[in-house]
């Protein structure tokens, strides 16, 4: 995970209250939600992904796929198109919904640079990987997408930003079994926000959906991510999603998928 925050970054830089003054005082920062899949696949390019990257000393020089879900800010930043294009003439393949692409072709010209516009319940190969686009519950200038995921190794589903699934991704995930589920728990304990994010309360249902549907077992890791500073303190914050069989991570954390590969050989 190179950044496991909500779009204001947790703690808020403009909150004045315990909640994200003490994590000040601490030097804890969670930054925009992104991860980075065998150094190869990115998901979620927001403006910050890059120095995550680099403070987790990981260049992106070997990526060749990017995942982006929507059109919000924290999630695409399209200006790592023109960075990338002025030093690394590799292929890079991007998907996303539409509005994404659209914004992404105007930052390259570059034509190693391929783009793939997707919708709800598309399915596509990139290299190694299976992906399907699943439909968010959320509200992002066009269509924003959850994506499941299938490597050499492991199934991941990433789930942010959504509230409540949408009726048509039961269908679309259903047969599907993820090793690690990336679900977004922006709102921890405020109950007055729209349906287009999860707090604890609907966190539990749709993580207990998952195990309904066969999505989930007790192997899966089920990682909470896109944490705001409306949540618990972070000891309380990790004692109630344990209650739920989830957890949360650190910005920055090595999260091993599926248990094939042993850590040890990573950079072998
Ligand atoms: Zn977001
Ligand atoms: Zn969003």
């Known amino acids: 995970m190179l950044g496991t925050g909500a779009a204001d970054g947790w703690p808020n830089a403009w909150c004045p209250e315990p909640c994200c003054t003490s994590l000040v005082d601490a030097g804890i920062l969670r930054t925009n939600t992104s991860a980075l ?18 403070r987790s000393n990981i260049s992106l020089a070997g990526v060749k796929y990017v995942l ?11 200006s790592f198109l023109m960075h990338r294009s002025w030093v690394n003439p ?3 393949t991007v998907v996303g919904p539409k509005p994404v692409i659209e914004e992404c ?3 390259t010209r570059d034509g190693n640079v391929r783009f793939v516009t997707v919708t709800a319940g598309q399915d596509l190969v990139l290299g190694p990987y299976r992906v399907r686009a699943l439909p968010a519950t959320h509200e992002a200038h066009g269509e924003a997408l959850l994506y499941a995921i299938a490597g050499p190794d492991a199934t991941i ?5 959504t509230g409540p699934w949408e009726p048509r991704a039961k269908p679309m995930l259903a047969g599907t079994r993820f090793d690690l589920v990336l679900l977004e728990e922006t709102f921890g304990d405020k109950h007055d926000h729209t349906d287009v994010h999860h707090d604890l309360t609907s966190f539990a249902t749709a993580v207990s959906q998952l195990r309904e549907w066969g999505c989930a077992d ?27 069989g989830a957890r949360a991570v650190p910005d920055g954390t090595p999260i091993l998928a599926g248990g094939v590969r042993s850590a040890l050989t990573l950079d072998a």
């Open 37 to 54: 899949v065998d150094r190869v696949l990115l998901i979620d390019p927001g403006s910050e992904a890059p120095s995550q990257a680099m």
């Open 68 to 78: 982006a879900s929507h059109l919000h800010p924290d999630h695409l930043d399209a």
């Open 90 to 92: 590799e292929p890079l």
């Open 105 to 107: 072709q105007q930052w």
């Open 157 to 161: 589903l990433w789930g942010t930003d």
């Open 218 to 244: 007790g192997r899966t890791d089920v990682v909470a991510i896109h944490l705001s500073h409306h949540n618990p303190s972070p000891e309380m914050l990790y004692l109630r999603l344990r209650d739920v």
